[in-house]
């Protein structure tokens, strides 16, 4: 076997995905410890504060070395390496997240176990779900009280529509938490309240049959679970890994994130049983993580440490091939061989130089703006990924500038913000207007500030009459033509020069879609 198919296989990259508070912050540290990069915890806290007010995000944007490495965590783990890619906390950053998704070939959904299955939680099961992603479940929280197991298992299924099968079985919960049993190897492993930020090694009787067992958690509560277990095994699906990896089963285990309990037995179920990269689709062929040449796709941009010079990192997920520094590369939307020098990689302790990656593998390229979301790099073979949406967006505003001689800057400004993925940026076709779209309205201040900030223009943002927009797409270049001029007035170019319409109510949307049949209106954009 080729060197390069021996990392992609030994390669896991996944997501974790939950509604906020859930415990995806501290879930993220404590795997971390496991791959031995203590130091990161404090990090990763430091990024959970992001979500909470728009000033704090301005605040630690400022320090946007620690959102670049946390960003992306590395951490070899029994033979693995683990690539645990951050997706954004606040609702506001939905899009980021949906595209952090399609760089991965699995997820992680973490659940409390008090609230159950909850609104965010349902959203990015959609969105895994478009792309069949594996997922497997933690359900959080254990040390306190919630709903009971058997009726979480209950509403995952009915509520998210995937088979569930427990693969750990709590032991009590709250106050009378004693453990976990592991249904597949029939271990049971002790709860013993944690501490922070160390690892810990749970007592284990190698089944529940163990006489020591019975004396450590009692004649009754050993009864009680016998029972549940019986119950569990008559109700529940056995564990199928082809269900599994067809993301119509989800292993399910329990545990309490922040005592490190039933974390461990996760990660190494994970690493033995998640995906290692999966081929990948572009437009002319499928492109196979064993091939030796180059290929992967730019799934983030943002912006690098320091503001003033508009450095940013296109984070790249290698497909195939073989990453080494200072190696050039074809960026095929421009034609030209890139040299990618001082690459990053993303090890959990440290951000550090790039010397290889393999399939699965995230690579952070400086670059000032020259390179887009979607975009792909290969070592010439002319490739473009599908599934990099640009969604719709839901919010549009109209910039207005204090001074009117910063247009120039303004517009750039705008252009290159939205080239980072989280805001889009429309210019009418009969208008001088620059409206700016967005999925969440923090998004608004983010971009005044920024602009402030990092281009010296100060604008603020005003409401316009747009409900919605569309690309819009025709392949009857006439009838496309006829179309233009009937519907100038709602027309606008978006920032890579796609027609967009951009409709001030939905009737009228479902108006100009009767009136025009030939023509295709699209809620989402595929990066060219
Ligand atoms: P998020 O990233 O999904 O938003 O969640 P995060 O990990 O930040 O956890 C949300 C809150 O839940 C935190 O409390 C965290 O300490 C707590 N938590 C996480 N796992 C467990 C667990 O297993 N049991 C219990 N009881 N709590 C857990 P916080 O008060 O918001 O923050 P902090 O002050 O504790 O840091």
Request: include cysteine.
């Amino acid at each position: 076997m080729s060197d390069v198919s021996l990392q992609a296989l030994r390669r896991r990259t996944f997501a974790i995905v939950s509604h906020p508070d859930a415990g995806k912050t501290t879930l993220t540290e404590k795997l971390l410890l496991f791959g031995g990069a203590i130091q990161m915890a404090g990090s990763v806290k430091g990024r959970k504060a992001a979500r909470h007010a728009t000033s704090d995000w301005m605040a630690l944007e400022k320090e946007r070395g620690i959102s670049v490495t946390s960003s992306v965590m590395q951490f070899p783990y029994e033979g693995r390496i683990v690539n645990l890619l951050d997706t954004p906390g606040h609702a506001d950053f939905g899009e980021d997240t949906y595209r952090v998704l399609t760089a991965v070939d699995s997820a992680l959904m973490v659940i409390d176990v008090a609230k159950g299955v909850e609104e965010r939680t349902i959203k990015l099961m959609e969105v895994c779900r478009l792309r069949d992603t594996p997922i497997m479940t933690f359900i959080n929280k254990l040390d306190r009280e919630g709903k009971s197991p058997i009726d979480l298992l209950d509403e995952v299924e009915s509520v998210l529509k995937i088979q569930c099968a427990p693969i750990t079985w709590p032991i009590g919960m709250g106050q009378r938490l004693k453990g976990v049993v592991h249904l597949l190897t029939g271990e049971v492993h002790l709860y013993e309240q944690g501490r922070n930020f160390t690892r810990q090694d749970s007592t284990i009787f190698p089944s529940v049959d163990d006489p020591a067992l019975a004396e450590r958690i009692g004649a009754a509560m050993l009864q009680e679970l016998r029972d549940e277990l019986e119950l569990v095994e008559g109700a529940s699906n056995p564990f199928d890994k082809d269900a599994y990896l067809r993301g119509e089963q989800t292993p399910v285990f329990f545990g309490s994130a922040v005592n490190n309990f039933g974390v461990q037995l996760l990660l190494d179920f994970f690493v033995e049983h998640a995906p290692s990269p999966k081929p990948r689709a572009t437009t002319s062929r499928e492109v196979q993580p064993t091939e030796n040449k180059l290929s992967g796709f730019v799934f983030k941009i943002q912006a690098n440490m320091d503001p003033q010079h508009r450095d940013r990192v296109a984070f790249m997920r290698v497909c195939s091939g073989e990453f080494k520094a200072g190696m050039k590369a074809f960026h095929p939307r421009t034609g030209k061989e890139v040299k990618l020098a001082n690459a990053l990689t993303f090890m959990a302790s440290d951000r550090e130089i790039a010397e290889s990656a393999y399939p699965g593998d995230v690579i952070g390229i400086h670059n000032h703006g020259t390179i887009s979301i979607g975009d792909s790099f290969t070592e010439g073979e002319v490739l473009g990924f599908t599934g990099i949406p640009n969604f719709a967006p839901e919010l549009f505003r109209r910039a207005r500038l204090r001074d009117p001689l910063k247009l120039k800057q303004l517009q750039k400004g705008l252009a290159q913000l939205s080239e980072e993925g989280a805001t889009q940026f429309f210019k009418p076709l009969m208008s001088n207007d620059l409206i700016l779209g967005a999925v969440g309205v923090l998004q608004f201040d983010v971009v005044a500030y920024r602009l402030k900030d990092e281009y010296g223009v100060e604008a603020s943002f005003e409401q316009v009459s747009v409900a919605t927009a569309r690309w819009v797409y025709c392949d009857n270049a006439k009838k496309l033509e006829e179309f233009r001029d009937k519907n100038a007035q709602n027309l606008a170019v978006d920032a890579a020069g796609q027609l967009v319409y951009l409709a001030p109510t939905r009737v009228n949307l479902q108006l100009a879609q009767e009136r025009a049949p030939e023509v295709q209106f699209r809620a989402t954009r595929e990066h060219a």
